[in-house]
């Protein structure tokens, strides 16, 4: 008996220790530097994550900023839950349905069922949208959804399909929101660790994105991505390693569906632990950022190599080291610089004049130009126009401006992507910011680069003001060529037809578009709709509600054409009439708008001091040029109204 009782004492011994020593030795968990800004050095912001459950009530006594090993006076102060942004991946590809029978059931099932604890965990002031991707990345819901349609979102993941690991993260990046510095985000991607797209060894390349853009833009961003493989014992997804070591975030590897839920509730808990940390630097060039936080009688360490704005003495010394202006004696290098110069406006106009032939040609023509440069031209160049143009694209969309400037253009009939022109423009701008620095300082160069995408705005807007108004011109014609067709028997989209081959541009190309839509499938009335819309005209609306009405309760389509046209062209007449009275005051306004410009152009090339006393008499002279630019608005304001009549 005591024998027994011995040896039941030593197992319990045993298993006594280990679990004692288990939990004495329990890991609080991990403290990171998330991000640093040092924009508004010397203050230094830094962003901090600490592991969830820790009791922090003091932030100004746990933490403890080293700058270089030197302590630093800091202030801190924990991030509201509601500038807190979560975007949540699910991957729904077709090995996410696994094999029934295995882990209590097919992946995607305990991939729902850990997502949904996840946000249940939230509060509700968080900010979080749901995607997915399969063989395409979708976003399912939006930041402004309620919890309850992320819930269902979830509840309703299907398996199928190949894996997009990488579009699915640039797609999460792009619809990340813009924070003022307070704000907290972070990407939480599920993968079962099959190797993803974007990998030239593998079939299943459904990424239209590579490895190594992803990890370019996640180490841009600044945005950690989390991510958790599960059942990933088949392979090791070193792809999704890649991306969260270049986004600092953390991986989480489980083949247990229970684990799975606490590692989804564990990251949701360490969300909410995010501190804002700032301090005034003293140090310049590469430093050592140490973070220390004591709570629950455990110090925690992070640290990490930051890069400081020089200070004043190496200001100092680079102004020093900064040569003498010219001398007489440097006059030949002068007209070199010159003669440099000449060349380099010569090609900027050149330039110029390539892109009004890529604009102005026609697009049989431009196409097929496009071809000739796309198999002789450089590849290299056209990969890295590509690249750019892409980058603007999802700027645009990032910032929501990629739809109305592409109804801008195609209302100019300007035959570019958004990104395309962006690129055009900004291209454009940075060369006439390199003339002006180059002909007269910067203050010339950021006058002239504001120009240049003045003049292109202002382009667009012309061309699609004359591109509407030759639309509206033609309009009565067309009207006549869609009636005359009905009467030969012809039905609506028949009679469209016959005028996109018959009429002339811009009527022939917006009717073909309307063709080309309603044969893909689109509904008639939404394809008027989307053209009048294009079109800008109001007597077009009353054409597309004519049409809509007769298609609803019949009748004589050819005679209420008629009629219509009719009204039009006594409009457009009364129109003309108004325009060609109202010619002398429109050209007094131009001249008066013109003449202070040319004005100064003059005296300013004749004795450019002259002028000079306005911009060098301080105050005064700055309070002469701003009256003169409102009187100025005011009397164009004021000139259209008188010269306008809208009817």
Avoid: C
């Avoid at 700058?67 to 509201?80: I, N, T, W």
């Avoid at 939230?122 to 919890?147: C, N």
Wanted: hydrophobic share 45%; glycine share 10%; net charge negative.
């Amino acid at each position: 008996m005591r024998r027994l009782t011995a040896l039941l004492s030593a197992a319990a011994l045993l298993v006594a220790v280990p679990v004692a020593v288990a939990g004495a030795q329990e890991d609080l968990g991990t403290l990171s530097i998330d991000t640093v800004h040092v924009d508004g050095h010397p203050e230094v912001e830094a962003a901090v994550t600490a592991p969830g459950g820790l009791d922090i009530e003091e932030v100004d006594t746990a933490f403890r900023i080293l700058e270089d090993g030197e302590e630093r006076p800091f202030e801190g102060q924990l991030v509201a839950s509601s500038d807190v942004h979560v975007i949540l991946i699910v991957d729904s590809s077709g090995s996410m349905g696994g094999r029934p029978g295995e882990l209590g059931g097919p992946p995607i099932d305990a991939a729902r069922d850990a997502a949904g604890r996840f946000l249940e965990q939230l509060p509700d002031d968080v900010q979080v949208a749901v995607h997915a991707y399969d063989t395409r990345p979708a976003a399912l819901t939006d930041f402004d959804a309620p919890r309850d349609e992320h819930l269902e979102a979830v509840e309703d993941l299907q398996a199928g399909g190949e894996t997009a690991l990488y579009d699915a993260a640039l797609m999460a990046l792009d619809s990340f929101p813009e924070t003022d510095g307070n704000g907290h985000g972070a990407l939480v991607l599920l993968t079962d660790g099959e190797d993803p797209g974007g990998d030239a060894t593998r079939s299943t390349n459904t990424s239209e994105a590579t490895l190594d853009e992803a990890v370019e833009r996640l180490a841009e961003a600044g945005v950690p991505l989390h991510g958790v493989e599960y059942e990933s014992s088949d392979l090791e997804n070193e792809s999704l390693r890649a991306m969260v070591a270049a986004s600092d975030g953390t991986v989480h590897t489980t083949d247990d569906a229970d684990t799975l839920s606490d590692i989804y509730e564990q990251l949701a808990t360490d969300l909410l632990n995010r501190y804002t940390l700032r301090y005034e630097s003293e140090g310049s060039g590469t430093v050592e950022l140490t973070v220390e936080l004591e709570a629950d009688g455990e110090t925690l360490t992070a640290s990490r190599t930051i890069e400081l704005p020089e200070g004043e003495e190496a200001t100092e010394a680079e102004e020093a080291a900064v040569p003498p202006p010219p001398t007489s004696a440097d006059s030949g290098r002068s007209l070199l610089s010159t003669a440099g110069l000449a060349v380099g406006a010569a090609l900027w106009f050149v330039a110029l004049a390539i892109i009004a032939l890529a604009l102005f040609v026609p697009g049989e023509r431009r196409a097929q130009i496009a071809g000739a440069a796309h198999h002789g031209g450089n590849r290299g160049l056209t990969e890295v126009t590509d690249r750019v143009t892409l980058v603007a694209d999802r700027a645009l969309n990032r910032r929501g401006y990629q739809q109305a400037l592409n109804t801008a253009l195609e209302r100019a009939g300007i035959d570019l992507r958004p990104g395309e022109f962006v690129v055009l423009v900004g291209s454009g701008a940075v060369t006439a910011l390199a003339v002006g620095v180059a002909l007269n300082g910067w203050l010339l160069g950021i006058l002239l680069a504001v120009v240049a995408v003045i003049v292109a705005r202002l382009v667009v807007s012309f061309m699609a003001a004359r591109r509407q108004a030759k639309f509206a011109d033609q309009l009565s014609d067309t009207l006549q060529l869609l009636s005359g067709s009905l009467r030969a028997g012809y039905s609506i989209l028949q009679a469209i037809d016959a005028v996109a081959r018959e009429a002339d541009s811009p009527t022939a190309e917006e009717f073909g578009r309307l063709v080309v839509e309603t044969r893909l499938g689109r509904d008639l009335d939404d394809a008027l709709e989307a053209l009048a819309g294009r079109v800008d005209s109001q007597d077009f609306e009353w054409v597309m509600q004519a049409i809509e009405i007769n298609r609803e309760v019949g009748g004589d389509l050819a005679e209420v054409l008629d009629t219509v046209g009719e009204t039009i062209r006594e409009r457009d007449q009364i129109r003309r009439q108004v325009k060609a009275l109202s010619a002398e005051g429109r050209l007094s306004a131009y001249v008066l708008l013109a003449l202070p410009f040319g004005v100064g152009f003059m005296i300013y090339l004749g004795n450019p001091g002259y002028l000079a006393e306005l911009t060098n008499g301080g105050l005064l002279g700055w309070g002469l040029i701003a009256t003169g630019v409102v009187l100025m608005t005011v009397g164009v304001i004021w000139m259209r109204k008188l010269v306008k009549l809208v009817f």
